[in-house]
């Protein structure tokens, strides 16, 4: 199994900057890609950044503010978010992929941007 354990959520202001990490420990699997997903409410869960054994991908809506980065040491990814604006309100899910194909989920840490 594989356990991930997010850390970071909180409430800022519009503009300013924030981080969130997740820790990812796995027993069984190598850990793959990992990356975040973000749900609002009343919106589906979206894709916002994942990385790849190097290769980063983004969003449309987050790239040139977010920045997503990786301790493969620590099989932690951290998500730099700079720029907030009130619609990156949401609360964002730590995702990994192991080398059997499967995904794991995170609880969640809600990010609140106030106006």
């Known amino acids: 199994q594989v356990q991930l354990v997010e850390s970071g959520g909180g409430l800022v202001q519009a503009g300013e900057s924030h981080r969130i990490s997740c820790a990812a420990s796995?027993?069984?699997?190598?850990?793959?890609?990992m990356g975040w997903y973000r749900q609002a409410p009343g919106k589906q869960r979206e894709f916002v950044a994942s990385i790849d054994r190097g290769d980063k991908n983004y969003a449309d809506s987050v790239k040139g503010r977010f920045t997503i980065s990786r301790d493969n040491a620590e099989n932690t990814v951290h998500l730099q978010m700079n720029s907030l604006k009130p619609e990156d309100t949401a609360i964002y899910y730590c995702?990994?992929?192991?080398?059997?194909?499967?995904?794991?989920w995170g609880q969640g840490t809600q990010v609140t941007v106030s106006s």
């Open positions: 995702n990994v992929v192991v080398e059997t194909g499967r995904n794991f």
């Open positions: 796995s027993r069984f699997f190598n850990i793959h890609a």
